[in-house]
T-cell receptor, first 117, second 113 residues
Framework: GAVVSQHPSRVICKSGTSVKIECRSLDFQATTMFWYRQFPKQSLMLMATSNEGSKATYEQGVEKDKFLINHASLTLSTLTVTSAHPEDSSFYIC?????????????FGPGTRLTVL | QQQVKQSPQSLIVQKGGISIINCAYENTAFDYFPWYQQFPGKGPALLIAIRPDVSEKKEGRFTISFNKSAKQFSLHIMDSQPGDSATYFCAASKGGSWGKLQFGAGTQVVVTP
């Protein structure tokens, strides 16, 4: 199956700093990537959808100025959590799909654990 | 508002037993119903998926049963093994497997030896 990686796997930062999380499709071109947030023992909540070369579409209630998403290439999307606070501590997961190549499912990355002190 | 309702929240089953997880949805526009398996600290992985024109799909020890009129679908794990201990999520989307996924709350399954 197709492989999606995330970097870093874990990050700890101080309150007020910004953190960038990378999501890469390793063996396919991801025309669309999704970003999810998962709190402990809870479900995955979709934050935003990003299509390569265009602005991300955010779900209701997600602050676009706080969670900056860039999908500048077909294999890389980044999520930047700006001015992070302890309530932003969560497990962030991306998924990727390739409409053009015919992959008929979304492939999930391994997730990034963010802890804001 | 949870568009896909999942139960039970947790499940303990003996090795060799059957694990059954149920999900219900309201939006009749959903046309793709996958199940994901997630281990602690990892991203979810697709187990099996079904479309509404099929009432049952089996892959190995995993079976999805789908009841379109009741707007319910379930996952059966036959001959459960300790390695199946994980959290299972049902999901639904419009626009097939490429649509935005709405996840259920998850079921933590523990298979005892």
């Amino acid at each position: 199956g197709a492989v999606v990686s995330q970097h870093p796997s874990r990050v700890i930062c101080k309150s007020g700093t910004s953190v960038k999380i990378e999501c890469r499709s390793l063996d396919f071109q991801a025309t669309t990537m999704f970003w999810y947030r998962q709190f402990p023992k809870q479900s995955l909540m979709l934050m935003a959808t990003s299509n390569e070369g265009s602005k991300a579409t955010y779900e209701q209630g997600v602050e676009k100025d706080k969670f900056l998403i860039n999908h500048a290439s077909l294999t890389l999307s980044t999520l930047t959590v700006t001015s992070a606070h302890p309530e932003d501590s969560s497990f962030y997961i991306c998924s990727a799909r390739d409409l053009a190549g015919g992959l008929n499912e979304q492939f999930f990355g391994p997730g990034t654990r963010l802890t804001v002190l | 508002q949870q568009q896909v309702k999942q139960s039970p929240q947790s499940l303990i089953v003996q090795k060799g037993g059957i694990s059954i997880i149920n999900c219900a949805y309201e939006n009749t526009a959903f046309d793709y119903f996958p199940w994901y398996q997630q281990f602690p600290g990892k991203g979810p992985a697709l187990l099996i998926a079904i479309r509404p024109d099929v009432s049952e799909k089996k892959e190995g020890r995993f079976t999805i049963s789908f009841n379109k009129s009741a707007k319910q679908f379930s996952l059966h794990i036959m001959d459960s093994q300790p390695g199946d201990s994980a959290t299972y999520f049902c999901a639904a989307s419009k626009g097939g497997s490429w649509g935005k996924l709405q996840f259920g709350a998850g079921t933590q399954v523990v298979v005892t030896p």
